[in-house]
């Protein structure tokens, strides 16, 4: 860790054991343990739960559970998070973490597509956290905005929030033609900033945060 960084975490709230712990199982354990969003993403994405007051929250990939855990800290006794994750695999994983936290009964863990899943919930969302898959992220804006067809799963004053939208630099190099993840990320960072019923910021934290609030 850095100087920065460690002072970072240094002065900032400290993690709370349970989110130490899953961090920690998740690196030994799990392939790709990088996609997990750590100790200041985690406390950010808490923040903001509790910031915009949010009472209904929807989660596009779940990976092992942090970033549920961490939003589902800041939410009222009366909020609803609702997760989906494609893998099955990590369903078991991110259970044991959920019912071990004075949180987890907050949280709702689909497994299986956002596309499929999100509508059929009934809801419409104050605060969204995409981190799904990246080929899918245009189609996760479309689904929560609405396209005329379809309801928004969104109203005006809630807010989006996408990660990795810097894709490790990718965005601003050359992208092979093969490369769907950065062509999906493009297609997605523009649909939002041109898209006149939102505004929005990207944040440089750790691979980059898209913020949007709807109009």
């Known amino acids: 860790m850095d100087p920065i960084e460690e002072y970072i975490h240094r002065m900032s709230d400290a993690e709370e054991p349970l989110l130490h712990e899953l961090d920690r199982r998740t690196n030994l354990r799990v392939v790709q343990p990088r996609m997990i969003s750590g100790h200041i993403q985690g ?14 929250v929807l989660e596009i990939g779940t990976f092992t559970g942090y970033s549920a855990l961490a939003m589902a800290a800041g939410l009222g006794d009366d909020g609803v998070l609702h997760t989906i994750e494609v893998d099955d695999e990590l369903e078991s994983f991110a259970r044991s973490f959920f019912d071990r936290s004075p949180h987890g009964s907050k949280i ?15 809801e419409c ?40 939208i810097l894709w490790s ?47």
């Open 43 to 56: 406390k950010l994405l808490e923040m903001l739960v509790r910031m915009t007051g949010a009472r209904r």
């Open 108 to 122: 709702r863990l689909h497994i299986g597509s956002a596309l499929d899943i999100a509508p059929q919930l009934g």
């Open 125 to 164: 969302f104050d605060l969204v956290f995409i981190d799904g898959d990246k080929r899918e992220y245009p189609a996760y804006y479309r689904m929560l905005m609405g396209d005329g067809a379809t309801p928004a799963l969104v109203r005006p004053g809630s807010v989006l929030i996408a990660d990795n």
């Open 169 to 215: 630099g990718k965005v601003v190099q050359p992208v092979a033609h093969n490369d769907r993840h950065t062509q999906a990320l493009l297609e997605f960072n523009r649909m939002v900033v041109e898209d006149p019923r939102t505004e929005n910021v990207i944040v440089p934290l750790r691979d980059g945060l898209n913020l949007i609030r709807v109009k």
